[in-house]
């Protein structure tokens, strides 16, 4: 009896092991995978954003191929949200199942591959023929050899305009006529000095000058960092030329040193104190948010310099303290699908990171109302075409603070142009 | 009352604290003129003075874009359960500090003001390690345990007991034949009201008020009002009338609170209480 | 410390229905051990907590400081004191202590005279006692979304409300965040304006333990309103005179929000560091990811603090008398 009994288990064993198989079909074994064995079982993903994404909808539509999953959405300000990813990743616990990561950080946060999934391990190298080419590798570890972070939108550049205050200066204000009055950042300049001449009661030329030259420094093959990430801001002559010319055109009185996104900022956007504003497409919506108000006064045009430079943009990443990798990873490939980022061009301003889109009509037809019907659709894919990519380097974000300072500085009168520039180059050496 | 003071003070005093309590007042105030009106409200100069006819509508965004109601009650809880806690705990510590005669007890009181002097925000690192062993992270067990009792409140009432509990009236206690405990319940306690209700109210306040620490110690799911607040902040272009209408929601409510118990808690207790 | 403590917590157990003399004794006996542990009971709840949830942070903190430690990084070299010898040669350290000082003594000290004189006033018999008493307490119950948002109105540049005042005398706009003096000074009225009231209200609390009689007294000699505030509740609520002092040099030494919020999350507090405090410098680092050195800023502060409660404390005694 004793030595019968596992003679016959272990054929009966292996005859349901097969049976179980070919029931299957799919080539999982049931006795393995958790999903088969405990398919009801329920599963919560949070996601944790910094701003609305317009994603609600997105979880529904997840849910009817995943009615096991529940989906919570956090959001906190901006800062807040990236200092707490800072010490959930220190501590290793607490960071949701999905995070949204700005384009300032992403340089930060890849070099740390061991703490996110690969999401490469999900299938999710899948996807590499949908995006343009600089952004899916923004989103990889710097060997390249992990994918880490899918990206949602990017931030193509124009120029937006307030026509009323370029019709009081005697400006021309239809968008291509403004577009040919600033091939450069030069002639930019020339004609923020027309307009200035003009003396418009409360107006200046630009917001602040940090913006424009983050855009100069954008549109640049090389910016702050060379390709393996060494910090060559202080050397590099484009950087030195947007320095340059951002300190002309504070000289020329053509700033309303207004620092972007404060309250004062969004007074003078209400109240017109800039004439023009650099506009990476996500931008559209802010000034949209801030200044209901002026609807119809503004439009857009191309922006300086050809084409050119990404503001900001975001890539969602999935941390590996979660438990659920392979539902947060299939829930970002929805989040960042090529339907999603259509329909997030229309309803949010943000274009797409995935170029077979920038032809798709729903986006080249696109008009904004708030913009004077500008076609924002066509100029922002223009300019996404045009875009040549650049390495961002890990500490971008300390990088531009340290320049962004330094021109406020002369701005406020409390610094030469020349030592001010001696102190940015001191505050770069102790970025490490 | 013998203080009266003659016509022309007695008018100064009431302009001064009429000049004080309008400026106090009045950021609370725009905060429901703005929340009351859109974003744009904020740009017009010069700004608007009456209250606008959005706040029901921004309110109720307030309500679909967190749980607010939550956010409250968790809020009203911990605040609530701190509060408590730091007035008992406190004036006991203080008691022993300000009349209890032991050794080391000096040191113990130096060592106490010397950790209010540490700076909180490099606490949190460690404290949310802390927090992720004892599995309290997400829960508000992270906000409320560590807040139990204080250096702050311990000071306080050390230093407000030594001076308000005449020591003759405790000696008077030890001969009539009381323990501690029986000193503490009979005669310092009564003694202390005046003191822990402040106390208990400051506590509160600064419960509901903490940011930093609830905003990582705690989910949006989960959240006090302040986090709430955060999320109701989001985004690149703050939504003001939505997070003011948030604001004047989370506010309102301890403002209504005082001005109940004010009576009780800063009025009668005040009055009757100690007569030295 | 917290054996000791939780042995006097418990009782000593007693024998059964002990003879009349035991129990005397024994009753002695109670009465010392009561005397000699309770107070130990008394200060235990705090000093669990304490060492629970205050010292480890602390000394996780100073052990961090030692170190070349990055977040997020999970090597940690040990560099001895190097991080303290490169504070004490970085001039954005001793910019952010001078900062913090400065705005530490145009706040505190208006704030602390106006916050006992309105104690003073409400501490008379009044009308309308508990509105007045409740408004005193709204600055700080404020969040701080509306603070930023009036303040920065308040100071504008373009279109402020206090450079709107200023220009009824004909003066110049200022442009409050860009200078040192002031955005000190804009940045103080914040901190003023929160605080006073929270102080006054402490400093009613103790007033009301002052005996009536000694008022009473005083007026039927004709004293003033201002000579009873000098010479009789000053000297009488000195140990809150004493906290108040202590505690609110300590908050000012570590002001963060209204720097951060004033210069709507410049990390750097404003482009010059003109109002960057010590806390602010900490923060800095710590987004920086450099821990190690922000550890060792905090231990610095801590020593500052140390010594600013310190003189303060002698200050206060000096001016007032003794101690208690």
């Known amino acids: ?111 740390l591959a061991d703490k996110f999934h690969d999401l490469g391990q999900y299938g999710l190298t899948k996807r590499q023929g949908d995006y343009l080419d600089w952004k899916w590798r923004q989103g990889l570890s710097p060997d390249g050899g992990k994918l880490l972070g899918l990206g949602t939108d990017v931030g193509g550049l124009a120029m937006c305009y307030r026509t009323d205050l370029f019709e009081k200066a005697g400006l021309p204000t239809g968008r291509d006529e403004v577009s040919a009055l600033w091939p450069t950042w030069e002639a930019y300049m020339e004609a923020g000095k027309k307009f200035t001449a003009a003396k418009v009661a409360g107006a200046k030329w630009f917001d602040g000058p940090g913006e424009n030259f983050r855009a100069m420094v954008d549109q640049a093959p090389v910016g702050f960092y060379d390709e393996q990430n060494t910090l060559v801001a202080g050397t590099n002559p484009d950087v030195r030329k947007a320095w340059d010319l951002s300190v002309a055109m504070i000289q020329a009185g053509q700033s309303a040193e207004l620092a972007a996104f404060s309250p004062p900022w969004n007074t003078g956007l209400t109240k017109g104190s800039f004439a023009t504003i650099i506009c990476p ?55 960042t699908s ?49 875009l040549k990519p650049q390495h961002v380097g890990p500490k971008a974000g300390d990088v531009l603070t340290a320049f962004g300072n330094g021109l406020q500085r002369i701005e406020q009168g409390k610094q030469a142009p020349q030592d001010a520039w001696q102190q940015v180059l001191k505050d770069l050496d102790r970025i490490k | 009352m013998p203080r009266t003071a003659p016509g022309p003070a007695r008018t100064l005093t009431y302009l001064t604290l009429l000049a004080v309590a309008f400026f106090s007042a009045l950021p609370l105030y725009y905060s429901v003129v703005v929340a009351s009106r859109d974003n744009a409200a904020l740009a017009e100069v010069p700004p608007p003075l009456i209250p606008g006819g959005n706040l029901f509508a921004n309110v109720s965004r307030v309500f679909d874009t967190v749980p607010f109601a939550l956010a409250l009650l968790n809020s009203v809880l911990v605040a609530g359960t701190i509060a408590v806690s730091v007035m008992f705990f406190s004036t006991m510590a203080g008691f022993a500090f300000a009349k209890l005669r032991f050794r080391g007890g000096r040191f113990l009181l130096l060592l106490t003001v010397a950790t209010m002097m540490v ?28 807040a139990l009792i204080n250096a702050f409140g311990v000071f306080f009432m050390t230093q407000y007991l030594s001076r308000a509990l005449p020591t003759e009236l405790l000696e008077a206690g030890r001969v009539d034949g009381c323990t501690t405990w029986g000193l503490f319940w009979h005669v310092v306690l009564p003694a202390a009201r005046p003191a822990a209700a402040v106390l208990g109210m400051l506590t509160f306040m600064s419960a509901w008020n903490d940011y930093f620490w609830p905003l990582v110690a705690l989910t949006p799911e989960n959240p006090t009002v302040q986090v709430a607040l955060s999320t109701l902040a989001a985004g690149y272009v703050s939504d003001y009338a939505l997070s003011l209408a948030g604001t004047a929601l989370g506010t309102l409510p301890l ?17 009757g209480a100690v007569k030295g | 410390m917290a054996t000791r403590a939780s042995t006097a917590v418990t009782p000593s157990r007693r024998p059964q229905l002990p003879p009349p003399r035991d129990r005397a004794r024994l009753r002695v006996l109670a009465h010392r051990l009561d005397m000699k542990a309770s107070p130990y009971a008394y200060v235990a709840p705090y000093l669990l907590l304490f060492c629970a949830f205050g010292l480890f942070p602390l000394l996780y903190t100073a052990w961090v400081s030692l170190h070349d430690w990055t977040l997020l990084s999970d090597t940690h070299t040990f560099v001895g004191l190097g991080n303290f010898q490169a504070l ?98 804009a940045i103080s009225v914040m901190i003023m304006w929160r605080w006073t009231g929270y102080n006054a209200l402490i400093f009613l609390a103790a007033m009301q333990a002052v005996p009536r009689e000694l008022y009473e007294a005083a007026t039927i000699d004709g004293a003033s309103g201002f000579t009873q505030l000098r010479r009789i509740t000053i000297p009488m609520i000195r140990p809150t005179v004493v906290f108040v002092v202590i505690t609110s040099t300590i908050g000012a030494m570590q002001v963060l929000a209204e720097p951060l919020l004033f210069g709507v999350y410049s990390l750097t507090g404003g482009p010059d560091r003109q ?50």
């Open chain 1, 1 to 111: 009896m004793g030595k019968l009994r596992p003679r016959l288990v272990t054929p009966l064993l292996a005859t349901v092991m097969v049976l179980g198989l070919s029931a299957c079909g799919g080539g999982t074994d049931a006795g393995a995978s958790p999903d088969a064995a405990r398919p009801a079982e329920k599963i919560k993903l949070t996601v944790a954003l910094f701003s609305d994404f317009h994603f609600a909808p997105l979880y529904e539509e997840f849910k009817k191929t995943h009615p096991n999953v529940e989906i919570v959405e956090r959001r906190a300000q901006f800062n807040d949200h990236h200092t707490n990813l800072t010490t959930q990743l220190a501590t290793g616990s607490g960071a949701a199942d999905v995070i949204a990561v700005e384009a300032g950080y992403i340089a930060t946060f890849t070099p």
């Open chain 3, 275 to 324: 109002y960057q405090t010590l806390s602010l410098f900490i923060y800095e680092n710590f987004t920086k990811l450099d821990f190690g050195y922000a550890s060792a800023i905090s231990w610095m502060m801590f020593l500052f603090i140390v010594v600013a409660a310190a003189v303060n404390y002698l200050l206060t005694r000096r001016a007032r008398g003794s101690l208690t």
């Open chain 2, 119 to 146: 700076p909180a925000q490099l606490g949190i690192i460690p404290l949310y390690m802390l927090m992720v062993k004892l599995e309290w992270t997400g829960s508000m067990y992270a906000l409320v345990v560590p």
């Open chain 2, 255 to 271: 403002v209504f609170v005082f001005a109940l118990l004010g009576k009780q808690v800063i009025g009668g207790i005040m009055q």
């Open chain 1, 338 to 386: 090529k339907d999603t980022q259509l329909k997030l061009f229309t309803e949010a301003g943000a274009l797409p990171s995935i170029p077979a889109l920038y032809d798709d009509p729903a986006i080249t037809s696109y008009v904004n109302p708030f913009f004077s019907d500008a076609p924002t659709g066509k100029i922002f894919t223009d300019a996404a075409k045009a």
């Open chain 3, 88 to 185: 004490l040669g970085d001039e954005y350290f001793w910019n952010a202590a001078f900062n913090t000082l400065s705005i530490g003594v145009l706040s505190t000290v208006p704030q602390l005279a106006l916050a006992i004189w309105l104690a003073h006033l409400l501490n008379r018999p009044l009308r309308a006692q508990t509105i007045f008493r409740v408004t005193l307490l709204l600055p700080n119950v404020t969040s701080v979304v509306a603070v930023v948002v009036i303040f920065s109105q308040l100071f504008g540049r373009d279109f402020g409300l206090v450079n709107w005042v200023l220009s009824w005398s004909g003066a110049q706009p200022v442009d409050w965040n860009a200078g040192t003096a002031s955005s000190h000074v």
């Open chain 1, 281 to 335: 497409s996500w931008k559209t919506g802010s000034i949209k948010d801030a200044a209901p108000a002026t609807s119809g006064k503004w439009d857009v045009a191309a922006v300086p310099g050809g084409g050119g430079g990404n503001q900001g943009g975001t890539h969602l990443m999935a941390p590996k303290q979660g438990k659920h990798p392979k539902e947060a990873a299939e829930l970002i490939d929805l989040l």
